[in-house]
C-alpha cells in the first residue's frame, strides 16, 4: 500500500492547515507489548460477553422467567455496544485512549460481577447493559492505536492477532459450557469472601469477572503512542467530528456499502451458527456437551493459527507491491466462506459435516481478521475511531439478522425438525448481493487508496 502519508494537519480538527513532520513510530517491542495486552483484554471481554449465554436455564429457574424474558436480556448487550460505540469513537478520536481501555475493562468487569448478585429482572437487565457499555470503548481504542503503532505494510499480523482473541475467547467459553452446564445441573452452592453462599450460576460469574478489575490497572500504567499526522487533502476530509466522519462515508456510499455488505455476512453466518448445537442434536443426535467439546477443540486450534496466517500474507503481500492486499484477502475468505457455511448441513453424518465446518471456520477467520486491515486503508487517521464504531455498529447490527431469519425459516418455512435447513439458507440470502457488487467494492476500494495515498496514516 505504498509509504504512510506523512504530511498531514497540524492539529486534529484543524481541516489540515499545513504539513506536519513525520514522527517515528514506536519501537516493534512497545507496539506489540500494547497489541498483546489489548488481546488479553478482547478475550476477557469475549469469555464476559458468552459466558452468560451458557448459564440460561439456571438463571431462568431462579428468577421464574421465559424465554422472551430472555431474549431481552441477550439483546441487552447488542444495542447498548453498538449504540455507546458511536460516542466511544468520537471519545476515543480526542482523549487518552489507554486510559479509556482502561475504564472500560473495569466497567465491564463490574457489570458481569453485578450480573451474578442481582436480585431481579431488572437488574439482570442493566448489568447485562453495563457489560455492553465498557466493550464498546475497547475495539474502536484498539484499531486507533494499532494504526498509530504500525505502518500500513505491518499492520496485517498485529490486527490479525488481536481478532484471534475471538476464536480462543469462543473456544474456552465452549470448552467450559459442558462443565458449567452440569456444575449448575448438580446444584450445591459455593462460597467467596464479601459475597458469601453462592449459586453456581452467580458464582460462575463472578469467578469470571473479577480478574478484569486487576487488570485494567495496568492499562493506568501504560503508554499510549502518539496519534499520526492526517491526510492534508480537503477533499478527502476536514475535520474530525462526528459529522466529518458521516459526510465522508456519505460520498463514499457504493464503496462502504459493499465493503459492510462482505463483512456483514460474516457476522450473519456467525450469529446464526449459534444454532448449530440444537442443529447437530436434532439432525444427527450431538448431545450439546458434545458439540460445545469438539467445537471449543476446533476452534483453538484453527481459528489463531489461521488468523495469524492471514495478517502475515497481507502484511507480506502489501511489501511485494500488492496494492489492496487486504481486500484480496477479504474476497477469498468470504468465497471460502460462504458455500462451506451451507454445505455442511446436508451431509449425512455429523463428522463429515463438522469436517467441512472447520473449513467454514478458516473462511470465517479471514474475513474477520483482515476486515479492519481493510478498513483502515480506506480511513483517513483523524475520524479512525469513529469510523471503526460505526463499522462495528453496523456488522453488529446485520448480523443479528442472522439468527432471527434462522429462527423465522425454521418456525414458518422448514419446519423446527428441519432446523438445518434454515441455518444452511442465511449464507445465500445474505452474501448474494456482496457477491455480485464484489467488482465494483475493488474498483472503489483502489480509487480511494489512491485519494488517500495508498494509506490512510
Not at 449504540?83 to 466497567?107: H, N, T
Not at 470503548?137 to 490479525?160: C, Q, V
Not at 466522519?245 to 457504493?254: D, F, H, S
Request: contains cysteine.
Amino acid at each position: 500500500m505504498g509509504r504512510e502519508a506523512e504530511a498531514g494537519a497540524a492539529r486534529p480538527g484543524t481541516g489540515g492547515a499545513g504539513p506536519s513532520p513525520a514522527r517515528p513510530y514506536p519501537s516493534a517491542t512497545a507496539g506489540w507489548f500494547l497489541v498483546v495486552m489489548l488481546t488479553i483484554a478482547y478475550i476477557f471481554s469475549f469469555v464476559d460477553r458468552y459466558i452468560l449465554g451458557l448459564l440460561i436455564e439456571p438463571i431462568k429457574a431462579e428468577f421464574g422467567l421465559s424465554d422472551r424474558s430472555i431474549g431481552w436480556l441477550l439483546s441487552a448487550f447488542t444495542l447498548v455496544y453498538g449504540f455507546v460505540g458511536i460516542f466511544m469513537g468520537w471519545l476515543i478520536d480526542r482523549g487518552k485512549r489507554i486510559w479509556i481501555v482502561s475504564i472500560g475493562v473495569g466497567l465491564w468487569s463490574i457489570a458481569t460481577v453485578a450480573t451474578g448478585t442481582a436480585k431481579n429482572f431488572a437488574q439482570l437487565f442493566a448489568a447485562r447493559m453495563g457489560v455492553g457499555v465498557g466493550e464498546a470503548t475497547l475495539s474502536p481504542a484498539t484499531f486507533s492505536m494499532i494504526g498509530d503503532s504500525f505502518p500500513a505494510e505491518k499492520r496485517g499480523k498485529p490486527i490479525a492477532f488481536y481478532s484471534s482473541a475471538l476464536p480462543i475467547g469462543a473456544g474456552l467459553a465452549s470448552l467450559l459450557s459442558g462443565a458449567i452446564i452440569a456444575w449448575t445441573a448438580s446444584g450445591g452452592t459455593q462460597s467467596l469472601p464479601f459475597f458469601g453462599e453462592l449459586s453456581p450460576w452467580r458464582f460462575t460469574l463472578i469467578l469470571v469477572g473479577l480478574p478484569g478489575l486487576v487488570f485494567a490497572l495496568f492499562f493506568l500504567l501504560m503508554k499510549e503512542p502518539a496519534r499520526r499526522p492526517a491526510a492534508a487533502a480537503s477533499d478527502v476530509i476536514s475535520g474530525n467530528g462526528f459529522t466529518d466522519a458521516l459526510k465522508y462515508i456519505w460520498r463514499n456510499r457504493l464503496l462502504y456499502l459493499g465493503f459492510l455488505l462482505l463483512i456483514g455476512t460474516m457476522t450473519t453466518i456467525a450469529y446464526s451458527q449459534g444454532f448449530l448445537a440444537p442443529t447437530f442434536e436434532r439432525t444427527w443426535g450431538w448431545s450439546p456437551q458434545k458439540y460445545a467439546f469438539v467445537n471449543g477443540v476446533a476452534l483453538l486450534v484453527i481459528g489463531p493459527a489461521n488468523m495469524l496466517l492471514m495478517g502475515s500474507i497481507s502484511d507480506w503481500w502489501t511489501r511485494k507491491g500488492v496494492k489492496d492486499a487486504a481486500l484480496r484477502l477479504l474476497f477469498i475468505g468470504f468465497l471460502i466462506m460462504v458455500p462451506t457455511a451451507s454445505l455442511p448441513l446436508f451431509m449425512p453424518t455429523a463428522e463429515l459435516a463438522f469436517a467441512i465446518l472447520c473449513i467454514n471456520t478458516v473462511g470465517i477467520g479471514i474475513v474477520s481478521a483482515i476486515g479492519v486491515t481493510a478498513l483502515l486503508v480506506i480511513t483517513p487517521a483523524q475520524v479512525r475511531g469513529q469510523i471503526v464504531a460505526i463499522y462495528y455498529l453496523s456488522i453488529s447490527w446485520f448480523g443479528s439478522l442472522g439468527p432471527i431469519v434462522v429462527g423465522e425459516l425454521s418456525s414458518s418455512v422448514f419446519g423446527e425438525e428441519n432446523i438445518r435447513y434454515a441455518v444452511a439458507a442465511v449464507p445465500f440470502i445474505f452474501g448474494f448481493i456482496p457477491f455480485l457488487m464484489m467488482p465494483l467494492t475493488r474498483r472503489l476500494y483502489r480509487a480511494q487508496m489512491e485519494r488517500l495515498g495508498d494509506g490512510a496514516g
